[in-house]
Protein backbone atom coordinates (compact mmCIF):
# COMPACT_ATOMS: atom_id res chain seq x y z
CA UNK A 1 0.00 0.00 0.00
CA UNK A 2 1.48 3.15 -0.88
CA UNK A 3 1.19 6.47 1.16
CA UNK A 4 1.69 10.12 0.54
CA UNK A 5 3.03 12.96 3.41
CA UNK A 6 3.84 16.14 2.55
CA UNK A 7 6.16 18.36 4.82
CA UNK A 8 7.28 21.76 4.71
CA UNK A 9 4.42 23.78 5.46
CA UNK A 10 5.29 27.50 7.28
CA UNK A 11 4.32 30.99 7.75
CA UNK A 12 6.92 32.80 5.26
CA UNK A 13 6.93 36.63 4.81
CA UNK A 14 5.67 37.89 0.95
CA UNK A 15 8.36 37.08 -1.40
CA UNK A 16 10.29 34.57 0.33
CA UNK A 17 10.83 30.76 -0.72
CA UNK A 18 9.36 27.34 1.11
CA UNK A 19 9.91 23.85 -0.14
CA UNK A 20 7.49 21.42 -0.14
CA UNK A 21 8.23 17.69 0.24
CA UNK A 22 6.31 14.71 -0.68
CA UNK A 23 7.65 11.87 1.02
CA UNK A 24 5.99 8.37 -0.71
CA UNK A 25 6.59 4.79 0.82
CA UNK A 26 5.35 1.45 -0.08
CA UNK A 27 4.67 0.02 -3.74
CA UNK A 28 5.76 2.43 -5.95
CA UNK A 29 6.71 1.29 -8.91
CA UNK A 30 3.33 1.38 -11.01
CA UNK A 31 3.25 5.23 -9.91
CA UNK A 32 3.75 6.87 -13.54
CA UNK A 33 3.55 10.96 -11.87
CA UNK A 34 3.10 13.13 -9.24
CA UNK A 35 1.41 16.32 -8.44
CA UNK A 36 0.77 18.88 -6.21
CA UNK A 37 -2.40 20.87 -6.13
CA UNK A 38 -3.73 23.41 -3.29
CA UNK A 39 -6.85 24.24 -1.67
CA UNK A 40 -8.04 27.20 0.03
CA UNK A 41 -11.14 27.22 2.01
CA UNK A 42 -14.86 26.82 -0.07
CA UNK A 43 -12.44 26.18 -3.29
CA UNK A 44 -11.87 23.62 -5.30
CA UNK A 45 -8.76 22.18 -5.38
CA UNK A 46 -6.47 23.95 -8.03
CA UNK A 47 -3.74 22.08 -10.07
CA UNK A 48 0.15 23.58 -9.18
CA UNK A 49 2.45 21.27 -11.07
CA UNK A 50 3.03 17.79 -11.74
CA UNK A 51 6.01 15.62 -12.83
CA UNK A 52 6.17 12.30 -14.37
CA UNK A 53 8.75 9.88 -14.19
CA UNK A 54 10.25 10.47 -17.69
CA UNK A 55 10.97 13.98 -16.14
CA UNK A 56 7.87 15.86 -18.23
CA UNK A 57 6.76 18.99 -15.89
CA UNK A 58 3.26 21.16 -16.10
CA UNK A 59 2.76 24.13 -13.88
CA UNK A 60 0.15 26.79 -13.64
CA UNK A 61 0.72 29.73 -15.48
CA UNK A 62 0.70 31.84 -12.63
CA UNK A 63 3.67 29.62 -10.99
CA UNK A 64 5.59 28.57 -13.78
CA UNK A 65 8.17 31.09 -13.40
CA UNK A 66 8.51 30.82 -9.13
CA UNK A 67 7.86 27.36 -8.19
CA UNK A 68 10.07 24.32 -9.56
CA UNK A 69 8.97 20.08 -8.95
CA UNK A 70 11.38 17.54 -8.47
CA UNK A 71 11.60 13.83 -8.07
CA UNK A 72 14.35 11.67 -6.39
CA UNK A 73 15.04 8.73 -8.95
CA UNK A 74 13.96 6.02 -6.34
CA UNK A 75 10.41 7.12 -6.43
CA UNK A 76 10.70 8.06 -2.31
CA UNK A 77 9.88 11.76 -2.72
CA UNK A 78 8.85 14.67 -5.08
CA UNK A 79 9.59 18.48 -4.50
CA UNK A 80 7.83 21.79 -4.81
CA UNK A 81 10.23 24.44 -4.38
CA UNK A 82 8.15 27.92 -3.88
CA UNK A 83 10.27 30.96 -4.96
CA UNK A 84 8.92 35.18 -4.40
CA UNK A 85 5.71 33.54 -2.52
CA UNK A 86 2.91 35.61 -2.61
CA UNK A 87 0.20 36.13 -0.21
CA UNK A 88 -2.56 34.28 -2.92
CA UNK A 89 -0.26 31.57 -2.64
CA UNK A 90 -1.49 30.77 0.83
CA UNK A 91 -3.37 27.42 0.99
CA UNK A 92 -3.05 24.05 1.64
CA UNK A 93 -0.82 21.92 -0.74
CA UNK A 94 -1.61 18.29 -1.11
CA UNK A 95 0.86 15.89 -3.19
CA UNK A 96 -1.10 13.41 -5.29
CA UNK A 97 -0.13 10.07 -7.40
CA UNK A 98 -1.40 8.81 -10.88
CA UNK A 99 -0.99 5.20 -11.10
CA UNK A 100 -2.24 5.28 -14.48
CA UNK A 101 -0.24 7.44 -16.33
CA UNK A 102 1.76 5.83 -19.23
CA UNK A 103 2.90 8.40 -21.12
CA UNK A 104 1.73 11.56 -23.16
CA UNK A 105 -0.02 14.24 -21.82
CA UNK A 106 0.69 15.48 -17.89
CA UNK A 107 -2.82 15.38 -16.49
CA UNK A 108 -3.89 18.61 -14.75
CA UNK A 109 -7.42 17.29 -13.66
CA UNK A 110 -7.23 16.15 -9.73
CA UNK A 111 -9.23 13.36 -10.67
CA UNK A 112 -6.49 12.18 -13.00
CA UNK A 113 -4.69 11.40 -9.37
CA UNK A 114 -5.86 8.61 -7.65
CA UNK A 115 -4.49 8.82 -4.47
CA UNK A 116 -3.74 12.09 -1.79
CA UNK A 117 -1.51 13.10 1.33
CA UNK A 118 -2.72 14.74 3.94
CA UNK A 119 -1.70 17.97 3.17
CA UNK A 120 1.03 20.82 4.68
CA UNK A 121 -0.75 24.78 5.45
CA UNK A 122 1.48 27.22 3.04
CA UNK A 123 0.73 31.01 4.51
CA UNK A 124 2.17 33.73 3.34
CA UNK A 125 2.14 37.08 5.05
CA UNK A 126 2.10 40.45 3.18
Known amino acids: QVQLEESGGAVVQAGGSLRLSCSISGRTFNIGAMAWFRQTKGTEHEFVAAITWDRRTEFLDSVKDRFTISTDNAKTAVYLQMNKLQADDTAIYYC????????????????????WGQGTQVTVSS
Open 96 to 115: AADFMWVGGQVMREKTKYQL
